[in-house]
């Protein structure tokens, strides 16, 4: 099984900009596809993005534009840059991994990292 490790939420005013970090550990990463998912207080868990083994990128209507899906494969780490913050990006940050021939009972999850934006 995939072990994901979120890191770098924390308080950024609206209009910030935050880094979120997802450490894999995995005998072989380059075979995942990653993606971020957000759950807001009394929401339902939110795709955000995924970025697929070959380096494919996808994002849903809510943050396109302001916020960029990565992956580095040597350091086995995946990546979301996120700007334009509003207060409604205020959530939980998850980092899921799937194997390219998986389906959603073979992906796995980090224990998440919160994200506040408020001035």
């Known amino acids: 099984q995939v072990q994901l490790v979120e890191s770098g939420g924390g308080l950024v005013q609206p209009g910030g900009s935050l880094k979120l970090s997802c450490a894999a550990t995995?005998?072989?990463?380059?075979?995942?596809?990653m993606s971020w998912y957000r759950q807001g207080p009394g929401k339902e868990r939110e795709f955000l993005a995924r970025i697929t083994n070959g380096g494919r990128a996808n994002y849903a209507d809510s943050v396109r534009g302001r916020f960029t899906i990565s992956r580095d494969d040597r350091k086995k780490m995946a990546y979301l840059q996120m700007s334009g913050l509003k207060p409604e990006d205020t959530a939980v940050y998850y980092c899921?991994?799937?194997?390219?021939?998986?389906?959603?009972?073979?992906?796995?999850w980090g224990q998440g990292t919160q994200v506040t934006v408020s001035s």
């Open positions: 995995v005998r072989i990463f380059g075979i995942l596809h």
């Open positions: 899921n991994a799937r194997p390219q021939y998986g389906d959603d009972n073979s992906s796995s």
